[in-house]
């Protein structure tokens, strides 16, 4: 007997045995046990996720002598003959190839004739929007009243192509891609069945590379069996796939995140040396970089979020441990900014590098800066003492990091107060001409904490210290902005970054100045580097206001 490839072999034979669609194979067993079953059906979706599977399973079970059934027997005649693609009573036609009206118009003189052995006469017709304009016009008015005994199920993995007149006809079914956990456990119970010796790294990589497909997944098993036998190790897939390791991605954040651009450097250079697709690298990246802002922000730890298997997403969520969710979102803009220059360059390698270097940069100045932040959390003296080296810590933190974050800052939430040191109230010890020359730097400071507070108060100016209260005036202009800020959790945040900025715990107090006037636009050039030019190419911007 000839060889029968997976994809046919384990191609699912009822209801239960579809994998990754139970929104829609439930919805078709409660249509059929109800007796509610419509007289034409679209299914829709990617290829390789059941659509034609779930349309001759739906045929079996109102063809079956035991139906019609949601659990077709698969043994009598009528099951086996649609099983082996023999039914006289179930026609499957190609769209591509029958796609003109002459073949419509066949078809639509062969409807009129009751079926021969079966219960129903049920036309498949696969990737039904190849067919032409006039095709669809022809079907119209037999589609829309059918014969009794006739039932139509379309296949399509482009449903925008089909005339809106023929989808209103039809009751319309989205198969989604299939999670890669779900195609990995189907892959574990083909291997069990065929006694193959599989880990489950090596059919997480199969899976990941048949993008939601479990055809496509099933066929590469195939491959690396013939390619490896019956040991197939991920090396193995690698090879044959051009894939990239997990471990790649892994060891290119740690590099990073240590500050280690010359190890980064080098993993992109063993991974082009080996012939890798770079794109892949990138688009990999991000993936990776998605599941740490996943895990960083999710609650329950990206449960059903998460698409990787449990070895994994515990370095993933070490790896987001180490991590700021600042940090996180700036790689993850850096590599929009390397995809987009990738275009322009026709390269990827070099923007790439440029990625590593940018990356690693912002994963130095952060453990430079907790090894300074380091030793004021062991030292026996008095907080007095300590206090300006956290307040040197927090400024060289925010000035140097605030240019590129300013945009992500609102995701944020403000740095816990309890991490800086300000003197006792009551004991303020700088002067009102202190907080003025600070003003600029405490602007810039809540720009990295929330954006809006600092433009509001970008249009105001310190007036008078007593003791720790200091009065903050806004011209009569800027009424709303002095409203708004007087919200107590607005008020909040902008208090602990004047105490951030000024090392005092100071009170504000908020008032219309009749003397004040609202500051001049600043229309200085802005400097367009190749980072800010390529942001404004993506989003189509434009700068407002610099």
Not at 93 to 107: F, H, K, P, Q, V
Not at 135 to 147: I, R
Not at 197 to 223: T, W, Y
């Amino acid at each position: 007997m000839s060889y029968l490839v997976f994809a046919r072999k384990w191609r699912p034979k009822n209801f239960d045995e579809v994998v990754g669609q139970d929104h829609i194979t439930k919805t078709l067993k409660n249509a059929i046990q109800s007796h509610k079953l419509a007289h034409a059906y679209l299914f829709s979706g990617p290829q390789g996720v059941g659509k034609t599977s779930c349309a001759r399973i739906l045929a079996r079970a109102l063809e079956c002598q035991e139906g019609p059934t949601d659990k077709p027997c698969g043994k009598c005649p009528a099951c086996l003959e649609i099983e082996e693609g023999r039914s006289m009573d179930v026609i499957e036609i190609d769209g591509a190839s029958n796609r003109g009206i002459d073949e419509i118009r066949a078809l639509r003189e062969n409807v009129k004739f009751a079926p021969l052995g079966g219960k129903y006469k049920i036309y498949i017709i696969d990737e039904v929007h190849m067919l032409t304009p006039e095709a669809f016009n022809a079907l119209l008015k037999t589609l829309e009243e059918p014969p009794e005994f006739v039932k139509f199920i379309f296949a399509t993995t482009q449903p925008q192509k089909v005339l809106g007149t023929i989808l209103s006809r039809c009751q319309r079914f989205d198969f989604a891609r299939i999670p890669n956990l779900k195609i990995v456990a189907k892959l574990k119970e083909i291997a069990a069945e065929e006694k193959l010796r599989i880990p489950e790294d090596v059919m997480f990589a199969i899976a990941k590379s048949a993008d939601g497909c479990m055809r496509d997944a099933q066929s590469v098993l195939d491959q690396m069996i013939a390619f490896s036998q019956k040991d197939i190790k991920l090396s193995d897939v690698v090879e044959v796939l051009g894939i990239i390791e997990e471990d790649v991605f892994l060891k290119f954040v740690d590099s990073c995140l240590g500050g280690d651009a010359s190890a980064a450097i080098h993993l992109i250079s063993d991974v082009s040396s080996r012939g890798k697709d770079m794109n892949y690298f990138l688009e990999g990246l991000l993936q990776h970089y998605r599941n740490l802002m996943v895990l960083k922000v999710v609650r329950d730890k990206g449960e059903g979020l998460i698409d990787v298997p449990g070895e994994l997403a515990a370095h993933l969520a070490k790896q987001a441990q180490k991590l700021s969710l600042n940090e996180i979102m700036m790689a993850i803009n850096n590599i929009f900014a390397a995809q987009e220059m990738s275009r322009k360059l026709n390269t990827v390698r070099i923007p790439l590098e440029i990625l590593a270097v940018k990356i690693s940069l912002a994963g130095k100045k952060q453990t430079e800066l907790t090894g300074q932040a380091a030793p004021q959390k062991q030292a026996p003296a008095p907080a007095k003492s300590q206090e300006p080296v956290a307040k040197k810590t927090f400024s060289i933190l925010r000035e140097e990091r605030g240019s590129v974050d300013t945009s992500l800052s609102s995701l944020t939430p403000p740095e816990p107060a309890q991490a800086q040191h300000p003197k006792d109230e009551g004991h303020v010890s700088c002067t009102l001409e202190d907080v003025k020359n600070s003003w600029d730097r405490l602007i810039r400071h809540l720009s990295g904490v929330k954006m809006s507070l600092s433009t509001y108060l970008r249009q105001a100016a310190p007036l008078k210290l007593e003791g720790y209260f200091l009065t903050v005036g806004f011209p009569k202009t800027a009424v709303f902005f002095k409203e708004t800020l007087e919200h107590k959790d607005n008020l909040r945040i902008v208090e602990q970054a004047v105490a951030d900025v000024t090392g005092e715990k100071l009170r504000l107090k908020l008032e219309v100045s009749e003397t004040l006037i609202a500051p001049a636009q600043e229309d200085d050039p802005v400097e367009e580097t190749p980072f800010l030019k390529s942001t404004l190419d993506l989003f189509k911007g434009k700068i407002i206001k610099k």
